[in-house]
Every structure is written in structure tokens, then in C-alpha cells.
């Protein structure tokens, strides 16, 4: 059973067997990467169906089982056996035309093992031109609780199959305590996986020093210094053209998952320094309000004169956003990363800051006075009133009688940072004018 006790459903099968388009199907979205290649998906992901009346129900995609897996499906694989006892329900999906036997055989001694064919319920897949009286009497034995013949790229037969997913649904738990969004991002090799290994005190993410190595987020929860946290570990985020279509699409997420964070760890390989990329996402994080945190990793490498180097090149790179916070690590040695957390603690304290609006009104309606903006297109607006609209981040609305320029926002921005304390953190102003 998952976090929250949501019902969890675990799609297994072979490589190729259609169950990221299968997910993605019944989810609606892009929850898995779909590629041509075997073992485009790299590691469980899980999507959360919601229903009426506050039901729910997770559905996770693994990786195409192998019987002799590569390196960079070795990890899931040893987790394998910790994924099917923790769901409730497994879907075993067959490509219906498949003829890996031996394959087949294999995922089904795993499912015998563990005990979970009572739990299994069978797919079969790449059903729409098949005649289902023609099933091949081997793969009788390959059914368990109930099975369903469906074309996921064709949408064929998911309607009876929703329908059961659905009456596995339950009512979702709500009295959880908040948990702050952490999302790993950064360029290939950076060290995020290890980094993220870290943090969680376990080999939860494949590393490698083959760069691409994730192509999935990979969502974990984790507790540092009595706070919760949900923790993703995204693909790296290389220049386009670096990228063929799967690497292009797993740097989409990447990206994308900035919009359901509230802390950016942006990691950096200090041997090679702050690249065009990596501002690249620091600049996407701020322009999502998420707050970004640069961790510079494999810091034990470098010697004095290259420190001093890459700190005068920081500085440098970051002189706009000044306020940025900055950390100096080895994710592999574990050197200096209780420094992640305490910065965390005085980041959530800042996101949490929440102001009065009679405060609020008091600070800038002075401000207003001692130093108002300047005249926009010959006229000069006046302050109305400001609110603060909402924390985790902050976000401030101004109401105004006209416009102003661009300069006396960034004074606005400069004033909440430096005298209302929010000088660590991404924060949004809204003018109405």
C-alpha cells in the first residue's frame, strides 16, 4: 500500500508491451515516455486517477522486465520483488503477439514467487485486429484473478478496463500534513541520481557515468530534520542538440516538473562550472515561482585555485539574482550535505512567511511617499492598497491607479527581499493597474 493508503496498480511485462502507452492511455497524459526502442521507461513512475466523491487510484509503470538486464535497468530490477508486494493489484501486460515464451515465463515465476497471482489481473495487449477465441493455449496460464484484451494505442477495450480500476478506487485521505515539493534538476552527469541516493540514504536512482542514464522523474518521500518532503529526481537536461527524440521528450519532464515544486535543487558539476543550460534552468525555476537552490557537487574535486575561479564565476553568473542561495558539496562522499538541509529549513520558513494586509499598506504606503515611481507616459500612478494573496510562495497583489516602469518594480521586489525578509526565496508580484 502506497503513502496516503491509496490502492496502488503495477504494470509489469516484457519489453515492448505496450505498458506506457497503456498508462498513458488511461491516464489521459504523458505519464510514461513512449520510444520504439526497448526500455524507454528506466524506473517506476506513478500517476494518481481521481474520481468523484474524493476517490482515488495509483497506477505505476515499471521498465520492461529482462531476464538479463543492462546497467541502467539493474536498479529497478533489484527492487522488483518490493514493488509487487507493496501494490494492491498487478497488471500483467502481454503483447499479444509476442513469442519471448521464456520471457513470459519468467515474470510469471516472479509473480508465483511472491505470491501475488491471486492479485494479478491479465492484459493483453495489441488486441485490434485479434480474435479473442485464437489465444494462444500457452498464455492460459499466464491468467490470473480476471484478464482483459485491449489495443492501448487504439484505445480499444479501456472502457471495461477503466471501470475495474475504478472500483479499486477509495476515498482519498486529506488529514496528511502538508509536504514541500523538492525537485532534483540539472545537466547529465551533474550528479543528481547521487545526490538523490543520498538524501534518501539508499540506491533508489540507477547512477552511472553514462550520461541519460534517468529518463523518468523518479518520486520518493523523504523526512530531514522532522519535515516531509516529496522528492523527485529528474533526466538531465542536456543542449538540444545533444538530444534525440527520447532525450528531448525525458528533458520536457524535467523542466516540467518545475510546476508542481516548491524548492529547485539545481545541481551543478563543479568541474565543469555554471553553464548556459544551467542558467537556462534557473531562470525556468523563477519564472515558475520556485525557489531555486544551486547545489555546486563534486566540490571535493577541485583545488584552491579552481574554487576561487568558479566562486568569482558564480558570482558573476548570478549577479541578478544575488538572493540565490548557494551550496558547496560531494553528493558522493556525503561531504558538507547536511548543508542542504538547514538551507531548507530557512527557505520553508520564508516561503511560509504570511503578512497583513494592514502591514502590508503601512510598508509601501510609506515607501510610496518617501520615494514614488516615476511618471509613466506623463502619469504617475498611485498606490490603492496591497494584499498578500498567498504563501508557499508568497505572492503580493498591488492595485494602482496607473502604471509604473519596470525599474521601480524590481524596487518593489528589493524592498519585500530586504526589509519584509524574503531574501532567500522565488516570491510573485502581481501589479493591477
Known amino acids: 500500500m502506497t503513502k496516503y493508503k491509496t490502492p496502488e496498480i503495477l504494470l509489469v511485462g516484457l519489453p515492448n508491451s505496450g505498458k506506457s502507452t497503456l498508462i498513458n492511455a488511461l491516464t489521459?497524459?504523458?505519464?510514461?515516455?513512449?520510444?520504439?526502442?526497448?526500455?524507454?521507461?528506466?524506473?517506476?513512475?506513478?500517476?494518481?486517477?481521481?474520481?468523484?466523491?474524493?476517490?482515488?487510484?495509483?497506477?505505476?509503470?515499471?521498465?520492461?522486465?529482462?531476464?538479463?538486464?543492462?546497467?541502467?535497468?539493474?536498479?529497478?530490477?533489484?527492487?522488483?520483488?518490493?514493488?509487487?508486494?507493496?501494490?494492491d493489484k498487478i497488471f500483467f501486460v502481454i503483447d499479444i503477439k509476442t513469442n519471448d515464451i521464456s520471457g513470459l515465463d519468467s515474470i510469471f515465476k516472479l509473480l508465483s514467487q511472491s505470491n501475488s497471482m491471486k492479485n494479478v489481473i491479465t492484459i493483453f495487449n495489441k488486441c485490434e485486429d485479434f480474435d479473442t477465441n485464437n489465444l494462444d493455449k500457452r498464455f492460459y496460464k499466464y491468467i490470473g484473478e480476471s484478464h482483459f484484451f485491449v489495443s492501448a494505442y487504439h484505445k480499444i477495450g479501456l472502457d471495461s478496463l477503466l471501470s475495474y480500476?475504478?472500483?479499486?478506487?477509495?476515498?482519498?485521505?486529506?488529514?496528511e500534513k502538508f509536504s514541500t515539493s523538492l525537485t532534483i534538476i540539472g545537466r547529465p552527469n551533474a550528479g543528481k541520481s547521487t545526490?538523490?541516493?543520498?538524501?534518501?540514504?539508499?540506491?533508489?536512482?540507477?547512477?552511472?557515468?553514462?550520461?541519460?542514464?534517468?529518463?523518468?522523474?523518479?518520486?520518493?518521500?523523504i523526512n530531514i530534520n522532522d519535515r516531509d518532503?516529496?522528492?523527485?529526481?529528474?533526466?538531465?537536461?542536456?543542449?538540444?542538440?545533444?538530444?534525440?527524440?527520447?532525450d528531448r521528450y525525458s528533458s520536457q519532464l524535467a523542466i516540467s516538473s518545475l510546476e508542481n515544486a516548491h524548492i529547485a535543487?539545481?545541481?551543478?558539476?563543479?568541474?565543469e562550472g555554471v553553464s548556459f543550460e544551467d542558467k537556462r534552468i534557473l531562470k525556468a525555476a523563477i519564472e515558475e515561482n520556485?525557489?531555486?537552490?544551486?547545489?555546486?557537487?563534486?566540490w571535493d574535486k577541485l583545488n584552491t585555485e579552481q574554487k576561487d575561479s568558479i566562486n568569482s564565476s558564480v558570482k558573476n553568473d548570478l549577479k541578478q539574482h544575488k538572493w540565490i542561495s548557494l551550496i558547496r558539496i560531494s553528493a558522493l562522499s556525503k561531504k558538507n550535505?547536511?548543508?542542504?538541509?538547514?538551507?531548507?529549513?530557512?527557505?520553508?520558513?520564508?516561503?511560509?512567511?504570511?503578512?497583513?494586509?494592514?502591514e502590508l499598506n503601512t510598508h509601501f504606503r510609506t515607501l510610496w511617499t518617501k520615494n514614488p515611481p516615476h511618471p509613466f507616459r506623463g502619469k504617475r500612478a498611485k498606490l490603492k492598497y496591497v494584499t498578500q494573496y498567498a504563501t508557499f510562495p508568497p505572492e503580493f497583489a498591488f492595485t494602482l491607479s496607473g502604471r509604473i516602469p519596470k525599474n521601480y518594480e524590481a524596487f518593489i521586489e528589493n524592498y519585500i527581499r530586504d526589509v519584509l525578509k524574503m531574501n532567500l526565496i522565488s516570491f510573485r508580484i502581481k501589479i493591477n493597474a
Open 265 to 271: 535543487l539545481v545541481v551543478v558539476d563543479s568541474t
Open 290 to 298: 520556485v525557489t531555486p537552490l544551486l547545489i555546486l557537487n563534486k
Open 229 to 246: 518532503y516529496t522528492i523527485v529526481d529528474t533526466a538531465g537536461v542536456p543542449r538540444k542538440k545533444q538530444k534525440d527524440q527520447i
Open 28 to 87: 489521459k497524459s504523458k505519464t510514461s515516455i513512449i520510444g520504439s526502442k526497448p526500455n524507454t521507461t528506466r524506473d517506476k513512475i506513478t500517476k494518481t486517477l481521481k474520481y468523484e466523491n474524493n476517490k482515488v487510484v495509483n497506477i505505476s509503470d515499471l521498465p520492461g522486465f529482462l531476464e538479463n538486464p543492462e546497467m541502467s535497468n539493474i536498479n529497478y530490477q533489484k527492487n522488483i520483488n518490493k514493488f509487487m508486494s507493496d501494490a
Open 337 to 358: 550535505i547536511n548543508l542542504i538541509s538547514k538551507q531548507l529549513d530557512l527557505i520553508e520558513q520564508q516561503l511560509s512567511i504570511r503578512i497583513t494586509t494592514s
Open 195 to 221: 545526490l538523490f541516493n543520498s538524501l534518501l540514504n539508499s540506491e533508489r536512482s540507477t547512477v552511472s557515468e553514462v550520461p541519460g542514464t534517468t529518463r523518468d522523474k523518479i518520486t520518493e518521500e
Open 165 to 175: 480500476i475504478e472500483s479499486l478506487s477509495t476515498t482519498e485521505d486529506k488529514s
